[in-house]
């Protein structure tokens, strides 16, 4: 089986190709990269659920990797307090390097191990995290070393990788490889592993939060409206969910503070305190609240 690393005959003169030959040979590994993930849909789905067992008992979300697969943890770690109104301190993305290595590579970085086993001790890792491990050749030091500390403490572990036989799907609970295959420039991660990486993360904590109850009717409802854009959005949100008019919709959100409050308050004709109090008893669960009684 080929891995990242393997040199495909296939492409020996791709830098002699006409451009756009190159151009259809790289969309075609794109697609190969996201059809790769059909594979782990099992195991991915095993990891969603046991990894919403331990955040609704109060864990947190921890992402470990070095270089492309680091700055790809990095993002999908970013990107949820806007999108599902996570709070910063329950996702950190550990990489190996520190936060230079996200815009330019720190030679050596990879390799130290004991650096992630410090940053997680560092972060107080416990049995109540999930930590998620990202490594394309599954044999990253900073990765394994990391993944495999945190699971002695207790911690859920996931990793995505793309080479089988590597370290890292052996340390972990929840292995998810990704076999991708040979690169069009051999070793070239950031192309079709990278990619199915980014599917992966996508996937998982998309998954996660569909679980946790942070999002209702296919929408984003605990999203954070912080700029004009996602106002006029959360306006529209509540308006359609709630079955109101926008100005009255934009009045229960500038009451209420959140789009769920909001709806909870116009759907159950509650001020802003009896919402925030169902919503509460139920445990942040909109569909919950809105059928409660009394």
């Known amino acids: 089986m ?26 075609e590994g794109q697609l190969a990269a996201v059809a790769a993930l059909a594979g782990a ?11 919403v067992a331990r955040l609704n008992a109060g864990g947190r979300l921890i992402y470990l990797g070095a270089g492309t697969s680091g700055r790809i943890a990095v993002q999908d770690a970013a990107e949820l307090l806007p999108t599902f109104g996570w709070p910063p301190a329950r996702a950190r993305a550990l990489m190996a390097g520190g936060a230079d290595a996200l815009l330019r590579a720190v ?47 207790g911690a859920l572990t996931i990793a995505v990788f793309n080479n089988a036989g590597g370290a890292l799907g052996a340390v972990c609970e929840h292995p998810l490889l990704l076999a991708t295959g040979a690169e069009i420039i051999a070793g070239s991660t950031r192309m079709k592993a990278g990619t199915a990486q980014k599917a992966a993360l996508n996937i998982l904590s998309t998954g996660i939060f569909l679980r946790l109850g ?16 996602l106002r006029a ?45 169902r919503l509460a008893a139920s445990g942040g669960r909109l569909h919950l609240a809105l059928t409660a009684q009394g």
Do not use: Y
């Open 2 to 27: 080929s891995t990242t690393e393997s040199a495909a005959t296939r492409f020996a003169n791709v830098e002699a190709w006409p451009t756009a030959d190159m151009v259809s040979a790289m969309i």
């Open 214 to 229: 942070h999002v209702w009717r296919g929408r984003m409802v605990d999203m954070a409206p912080t700029n004009a854009k």
């Open 107 to 153: 030679e050596g970085a990879e390799d130290d191990g004991p650096a992630a086993i410090t940053a997680l001790n560092d972060a107080g890792v416990s049995a109540l995290d999930v930590v998620i491990g990202i490594a394309a050749s599954g044999r990253t030091p900073f990765t394994v070393e990391g993944v495999a500390h945190a699971r002695a403490q």
């Open 41 to 51: 849909g099992d195991a991915m789905a095993a990891a969603i659920d046991a990894a």
């Open 233 to 277: 959005r959360a306006i529209d949100m509540v308006a359609e969910l709630a079955d109101v008019a926008p100005d009255a919709a934009e009045l229960a959100l500038d009451e209420g503070g959140t789009i769920k409050i909001a709806i909870v308050m116009l759907t159950c004709g509650l001020d802003r305190e009896g919402a925030a109090q």
